[in-house]
């Protein structure tokens, strides 16, 4: 069945957060929902569709901003209860919009994340997880790393109260009591859980989870250990995952999963087999999908999707078809409904025109003024800085919930920029002076108009750590900047290993196949353990074999990004020989092949710029701290080593190796 669906855009609330959307039960089969979104004015507010138009059921006045919103109410029965955790309490309102509860909990930190169970009330902090039943303190639990979401497993399947946490050293935590069950290892760190099909399954222990960089995957929490049903990889590089929700869009008896992620794109899987889930539709927003509901909203009979967006957006894909009555010729005449809510929008933008422009006087005479007082307009940021394991870069994704007009970039480490399709905007590089100041990086994006969201791609050199900077300045008057910074460590392109020896006490043991990490890590340990005045003893066992096993490892990747920079290097000449002669059938067959070839080894090559420099720093690297180790400063042969590189003999670099002794 081909899915058509029409984008309907209905209202647009304050800035909002993860999870903050819900759809309220229909009151009947088919009838249209109300839908209830939280921001961070601390407003929550309620509504339904009527032709066309959103139409207020309740709104509530400012306050703390909302992380959460959950729904809720007595098991089995419809969950009609709203319930918002802002700060450190939680407040519980009526589908009318009256509150019934406030709750102020015993955490020190905000709430970043809730789940609700009939009585049980599931909160995290930070690090935290409090447990209470009908707002009395229950279990607790004190997690190893941040944690991005909570769950429980329904009660009313599996008998018992199961909590999953997701937390961001790539693991989901499942808790019993107060007490952690077991540990489930997930391919990147989760940022968003859901129950499958919306209750678990047919056994009620089946979690989809969705990672920051991109990944889906379903997992099943039995009572003595995790069961992996599927995984889904992130090929086409989108964005991370922030919302997930299960609902039968296609009306064929079975739900679909839908997916929001923070690039903006909306997608649709739907199980053809009973195996993995096929991405079946995907649609792409401007900004990042906070939330994600399936079901009726505009029309009676129409099922649709919402999406809510960082900057506040209610958006609807529809199943409604979109009528046209067509004309003469190719005129087409629009509905009286439509040619309404035109009219109506031309009206509401002249009127705001209006108020801009008073509002712009009025500053402008009270800045001249003698008593004026300067006032710095607020402005949200949403960042994220996340390593791509698959490319061994980072991504910096930078989002305004109004335009941007420039991003200056500032970093005391080298590292590169690379290029990414999705940005638009214009960079350019001023020159920096990295002895005294330490300053090794200052680029400026400036971006087109409207462009709210920027990504871009670092990629920095293990052992050498400090900070990147990003001052943002929005198109707002007067001119303000906020200033983000992201720690580059001294290993920034490993990352964690849940195999761990529990057994020692006081010590670590470090294991690499490259020298080159251990000799980091030395020097890392050893400068912080002076600086914090602690006597560290520092021993170490080097296998000489792992010396030609990461060359072995590194080699075919030196070989073929040699050769593919011959062959870009070869293009311009084959293109002018093509020119003159017309005719290349003349060529050798691999010569007529990268003629035909250019275009994507010209883009492969722009994507990864400094690639073979970097293989070349890392061998010139591993020469040096091989040697290291056994005291003997090989500096001045590194010159040599440079050549045999060149040569790309694998053998002969082997040699080379062994021979320096």
């Not at 990944?215 to 995952?241: A, C, D, F, H």
């Not at 030196?558 to 002669?581: C, F, G, M, N, T």
Request: glycine share 8%; net charge negative; proline share 3%.
């Amino acid at each position: 069945m081909e899915l058509s669906l029409a984008r309907v855009d209905y209202l647009q609330v304050g800035v909002t957060a993860q999870k903050t959307m819900r759809l309220l039960p229909a009151s009947g089969r088919k009838a249209t929902q109300k839908v209830v979104v939280g921001d961070q004015d601390g407003v929550v507010t309620c509504f339904g569709i009527k032709k066309g138009e959103a139409v207020p059921v309740f709104k509530t006045l400012p306050g703390q901003k909302i992380a959460r919103l959950e729904l809720g109410g007595a098991l089995n029965t419809p969950q009609e209860k709203i319930f918002v955790a802002t700060g450190s309490e939680v407040r519980g309102f009526t589908k009318r919009g009256k509150q019934f509860l406030s709750f102020e909990t015993n955490l020190t930190e905000s709430i970043k994340a809730m789940h609700i169970s009939g009585a049980d009330l599931f909160l995290c902090a930070s690090y935290i997880y409090n447990h209470y039943c009908d707002c009395k303190d229950q279990n607790y639990y004190l997690s190893g790393d941040k944690i991005n979401d909570v769950l429980c497993l329904p009660v009313d399947k599996v008998n018992c109260i199961t909590p999953v946490l997701a937390c961001q050293d790539r693991v989901l935590r499942v808790l019993q009591g107060s007490d952690l069950l077991y540990e489930v290892e997930v391919p990147g760190p989760p940022t968003v859980l859901a129950l499958n099909n919306g209750n678990g399954g047919d056994s009620g222990e089946e979690i989809v989870y969705g990672t920051s960089d991109g990944k889906l995957g379903l997992t099943q929490i039995t009572g003595s250990k995790p069961v992996s049903k599927w995984e889904i990889g992130n090929e086409k590089k989108r964005g991370g995952i922030l919302c997930i929700d299960s609902f039968d869009i296609l009306g064929d008896g079975v739900k679909e999963l839908l997916v929001g992620r923070d690039d903006g794109v909306l997608e649709i899987y739907n199980f053809e087999s009973a195996d993995d889930p096929v991405l079946r539709y995907d649609h792409a927003l401007s900004e990042s999908i906070a939330s994600i509901q399936g079901g009726c909203v505009g029309k009676d009979g129409y099922d649709e999707i919402l999406a809510s967006t960082y900057s506040g957006w209610l958006t609807g894909l529809t199943t409604e078809p979109v009528h046209r009555e067509g004309g003469s010729g190719e005129e087409l005449k629009l509905s009286q409904e439509m040619q309404s809510k035109i009219s109506s929008l031309r009206n509401e933008l002249e009127h705001l025109q209006i108020k801009v422009l008073q509002e712009r006087e009025k500053y402008q005479q009270s800045s001249q003024s003698s008593t004026a007082v300067s006032s710095v307009p607020a402005f949200s940021v949403n960042d994220k800085f996340t390593l791509n394991k698959d490319d061994a870069s980072y991504s910096l994704i930078l989002e305004v919930q109004t335009a941007i007009d420039n991003v200056l970039v500032q970093s005391d480490v080298p590292i590169d920029l690379l290029d990414v399709d999705k940005n638009s905007a214009v960079v350019s590089f001023s020159s920096c002076d990295s002895e005294p100041n330490s300053n090794f990086l200052l680029a400026t994006y400036r971006c087109q108009a409207n462009t709210t969201r920027l990504e871009l791609k670092v990629r920095s050199i293990e052992g050498q750590y400090g900070t990147l900077q990003a001052y943002v300045t929005p198109r707002i008057q007067p001119k303000t900047c906020q200033v983000h910074q992201y720690q580059i460590k001294p290993l920034s392109l490993h990352q964690r290993t849940h195999s761990i020896d529990h057994d020692r006490k006081g010590e670590g043991c470090f294991k690499s196949d490259n020298i080159s990490t251990i000799s980091i890590l030395k020097d890392v340990l050893s400068k912080e353990a002076t600086k914090r005045k602690i006597n560290l003893n520092i021993s170490y066992d080097i296998n000489e074999e792992s010396v030609r096993h990461t060359l072995k490892l590194i080699h075919p990747k030196l070989e073929y990004q040699q050769l593919l920079a011959k062959k870009v290097h070869l293009i311009d000449a084959l293109r002018e020989l093509q020119v003159h002669e017309g005719n290349v059938d003349f060529l050798l067959p691999k010569y007529r092949s990268i003629l035909e070839e250019a275009d994507q080894l010209l883009e492969e090559y722009k994507r990864q710029p400094a690639h073979l420099e970097r293989l070349y720093g890392m061998i010139t690297d591993l020469f040096i701290d091989k040697f290291k180790f056994k005291g003997t400063n090989v500096k001045t042969k590194v010159p040599l080593l440079l050549e045999i590189l060149d040569g790309c003999d694998e053998d002969g670099l082997i040699a080379f190796f062994e021979a320096a002794a």
